[in-house]
């Protein structure tokens, strides 16, 4: 309007007021339609925002996640589900479902029948942090209106549609989590509990029980964690002092064992924790060999030499899939190894691979392998990284 404005007088000019409103206008209509144009070409780009994350499902779809919809691709075509404001990572279930927050609430995503389910809504929880382990949704918020406190609400996932239900947690002990990561989950005496890690420094992992009690796990917690880990009721604390082991006696946790032997391991970050987890074993990384710990002994056993070992890491699926990667870099080459019964077996190699290179991305997850390269992604699926062509 303030622009039409000034187009419509000039300084010094005797006309009829007939004149300037004939010119105001069509000032007026020839900004607005400029305008118009401008909002046109700026929704055009957020529609076609670039890709945030991409999953490969276990049926072979490609799910794609950029800030305004989720693109279903197939052997079959691609399809789009559009309507959303992604505000954070998308996160996987063992069994493909995905989990994701847009600005209206939390959503479940399952490719297996193409369903998406509202689990939270954001006008009945201003929802401030949350995290899945197992099979439930835990979710930190206020209660719309002032004066609510901020609480802790859990979901059961398998109960079918229902209404979160509050667990007692204190404000202030809340606050402390809300920051935390969670890496394990299971029940004792028949109580479910969560485990949570801090991410400031020195603080110690806490437990929390249904019922809203909190304990620390108990002494000999190392400094500065780099990792946690829950398998077959026992807590894995990667730190300072080395890999610590701790096993459950009655409610507390003691200290059962500590490794400073040098031995690391990769999990998946985008995967929801799984419950009560069990595996024989562990297999990682130590100098240039590839090392199994024994979750009974915990003793270390090397079953493999690296051939890169700086450009080399096991990621561990729990329960039973383990992958070795090795890059290259001289040689520009990236060979997928899988690691069964101690045995490490070449799986397939690919040429032409920088990781330095710009545009250049290697993501393992659990159903198989996302290479993307020179601005185009390639799919191939375990157990044989067939690929796969949508």
């Given at each position: 309007?303030?622009?039409?404005?000034?187009?419509?007088?000039?300084?010094?000019?005797?006309?009829?007021?007939?004149?300037?409103?004939?010119?105001?206008?069509?000032?007026?209509?020839?900004?607005?339609?400029?305008?118009?144009?401008?909002?046109?070409?700026?929704?055009?780009?957020?529609?076609?925002?670039?890709?945030?994350?991409?999953?490969?499902?276990?049926?072979?779809?490609?799910?794609?996640?950029?800030?305004?919809a989720i693109h279903v691709q197939s052997e079959t075509g691609t399809r789009s589900?559009?309507?959303?404001?992604?505000?954070?990572?998308?996160?996987?279930?063992?069994?493909?479902?995905?989990?994701?927050?847009?600005?209206?609430?939390?959503?479940?995503?399952?490719?297996?029948?193409?369903?998406?389910?509202?689990?939270?809504?954001?006008?009945?929880?201003?929802?401030?942090?949350?995290?899945?382990?197992?099979?439930?949704?835990?979710?930190?918020?206020?209660?719309?209106?002032?004066?609510?406190?901020?609480?802790?609400?859990?979901?059961?996932?398998?109960?079918?549609?229902?209404?979160?239900?509050?667990?007692?947690?204190?404000?202030?002990?809340?606050?402390?989590?809300?920051?935390?990561?969670?890496?394990?989950?299971?029940?004792?005496?028949?109580?479910?509990?969560?485990?949570?890690?801090?991410?400031?420094?020195?603080?110690?992992?806490?437990?929390?029980?249904?019922?809203?009690?909190?304990?620390?796990?108990?002494?000999?917690?190392?400094?500065?964690?780099?990792?946690?880990?829950?398998?077959?009721?026992?807590?894995?604390?990667?730190?300072?002092?080395?890999?610590?082991?701790?096993?459950?006696?009655?409610?507390?946790?003691?200290?059962?064992?500590?490794?400073?032997?040098?031995?690391?391991?990769?999990?998946?970050?985008?995967?929801?924790?799984?419950?009560?987890?069990?595996?024989?074993?562990?297999?990682?990384?130590?100098?240039?060999?590839?090392?199994?710990?024994?979750?009974?002994?915990?003793?270390?056993?090397?079953?493999?030499?690296?051939?890169?070992?700086?450009?080399?890491?096991?990621?561990?699926?729990?329960?039973?899939?383990?992958?070795?990667?090795?890059?290259?870099?001289?040689?520009?080459?990236?060979?997928?190894?899988?690691?069964?019964?101690?045995?490490?077996?070449?799986?397939?190699?690919?040429?032409?691979?920088?990781?330095?290179?710009?545009?250049?991305?290697?993501?393992?997850?659990?159903?198989?392998?996302?290479?993307?390269?020179?601005?185009?992604?390639?799919?191939?699926?375990?157990?044989?990284?067939?690929?796969?062509?949508?």
């Amino acid at each position: 309007f303030t622009a039409a404005l000034l187009l419509a007088f000039t300084r010094y000019d005797l006309r009829l007021s007939t004149a300037y409103v004939r010119k105001y206008l069509l000032s007026l209509g020839l900004t607005l339609l400029l305008a118009f144009g401008i909002s046109l070409s700026l929704s055009a780009l957020g529609s076609t925002s670039p890709v945030v994350t991409e999953i490969l499902a276990p049926n072979h779809k490609l799910v794609q996640f950029d800030r305004y919809a989720i693109h279903v691709q197939s052997e079959t075509g691609t399809r789009s589900i559009r309507g959303f404001i992604l505000t954070d990572w998308p996160r996987v279930s063992p069994d493909g479902r995905i989990v994701f927050r847009d600005v209206s609430g939390i959503y479940l995503y399952d490719p297996a029948n193409d369903q998406n389910r509202l689990l939270i809504n954001a006008r009945g929880i201003e929802i401030r942090s949350y995290w899945l382990g197992g099979e439930g949704l835990l979710v930190a918020g206020n209660r719309p209106g002032r004066g609510n406190p901020l609480s802790l609400f859990y979901l059961d996932l398998t109960a079918g549609p229902e209404q979160p239900r509050k667990i007692p947690v204190p404000e202030k002990t809340l606050a402390g989590l809300i920051s935390g990561d969670l890496f394990g989950t299971g029940k004792s005496g028949g109580r479910r509990f969560w485990l949570f890690r801090s991410r400031r420094a020195n603080a110690a992992p806490a437990r929390l029980w249904e019922d809203g009690n909190v304990q620390d796990i108990g002494d000999g917690i190392p400094k500065r964690i780099r990792w946690a880990a829950y398998i077959n009721g026992l807590v894995f604390l990667d730190g300072s002092e080395g890999l610590s082991i701790f096993k459950e006696n009655g409610e507390r946790l003691e200290l059962a064992k500590r490794i400073r032997e040098g031995i690391s391991f990769s999990f998946p970050w985008n995967e929801w924790v799984p419950d009560q987890p069990k595996a024989p074993a562990l297999y990682g990384k130590r100098g240039d060999r590839v090392s199994r710990l024994d979750l009974t002994s915990f003793e270390i056993t090397d079953i493999g030499a690296l051939k890169t070992p700086r450009g080399s890491w096991v990621e561990a699926f729990l329960p039973d899939l383990f992958v070795l990667i090795e890059e290259d870099p001289a040689l520009k080459k990236l060979a997928i190894s899988s690691i069964l019964d101690d045995r490490v077996e070449k799986v397939r190699e690919f040429e032409d691979f920088d990781s330095s290179q710009k545009g250049t991305r290697l993501e393992i997850q659990r159903w198989g392998v996302l290479l993307t390269r020179r601005g185009s992604t390639e799919a191939f699926a375990f157990p044989d990284l067939r690929e796969i062509k949508f």
